[in-house]
């Protein structure tokens, strides 16, 4: 599996996802500006002592990362999605993008993949999840149909 964060901003938030990579030996791709500098204070904390761990890849862009891992499915993760992400049978190769934090993924790539833009249900007032928890949700449904633990 790979987690793919297009344009991060919140470095607790990417150091959190990280060390949860780590632990799933899940890849984890940056890609394009981040707002933040990777060896920020906070980014560094988040991650702990488990960054030797991490598979870690930086790309200009998201083409970069679609370039290099052709053989999986890429998933846009956006509460503007219509299909839920326990809908998806994942595969090993798999990609799960996810957005900035405070814009999430731009609405023209979740409209021109409704088939693999995929959503976490939410059923109160509040308009998203924090970032390290969806990628958490995910990723572990994910390697759960996967590895089937």
Same mark, same amino acid.
């Given at each position: 599996?790979? =987690? =793919?964060?297009?344009?991060?901003?919140?470095?607790?938030?990417?150091?959190?996802?990280?060390?949860?990579?780590?632990?799933?030996?899940?890849?984890?791709? @940056?890609? %394009? $500006?981040? %707002?933040?500098?990777?060896?920020?204070?906070?980014?560094?904390?988040?991650?702990? +002592?488990?960054?030797?761990?991490?598979? @870690?890849?930086?790309?200009?862009?998201?083409? &970069?990362?679609? &370039? /290099?891992?052709? $053989? %999986? !499915?890429?998933?846009?993760?956006?509460? /503007?999605?219509?299909?839920?992400?326990?809908?998806? /049978?994942?595969?090993?190769?798999? @990609?799960?993008? #996810? %957005?900035?934090?405070?814009?999430?993924?731009?609405? !023209?790539?979740?409209?021109?993949?409704? +088939?693999?833009?995929?959503?976490?249900?939410?059923?109160? $007032? =509040?308009?998203?999840?924090?970032?390290?928890?969806?990628?958490?949700? =995910? @990723?572990?449904?994910?390697?759960?149909?996967? $590895?089937? #633990?």
């Amino acid at each position: 599996m790979h =987690v =793919v964060l297009y344009q991060p901003e919140i470095p607790p938030n990417v150091g959190n996802i990280a060390r949860l990579c780590a632990a799933t030996n899940t890849t984890l791709h @940056l890609v %394009g $500006k981040l %707002g933040f500098i990777v060896n920020n204070r906070h980014y560094q904390r988040a991650g702990l +002592d488990y960054w030797e761990f991490l598979n @870690l890849e930086t790309h200009n862009d998201l083409d &970069e990362v679609f &370039e /290099k891992y052709p $053989k %999986g !499915k890429i998933y846009y993760l956006s509460t /503007k999605a219509t299909k839920n992400y326990t809908d998806v /049978k994942f595969e090993d190769d798999d @990609l799960l993008v #996810f %957005g900035p934090e405070t814009r999430g993924l731009p609405e !023209k790539m979740i409209f021109e993949n409704p +088939d693999t833009a995929i959503k976490i249900p939410m059923f109160g $007032k =509040v308009r998203s999840l924090n970032i390290s928890n969806s990628v958490s949700i =995910v @990723l572990y449904e994910s390697l759960r149909q996967i $590895k089937g #633990f």
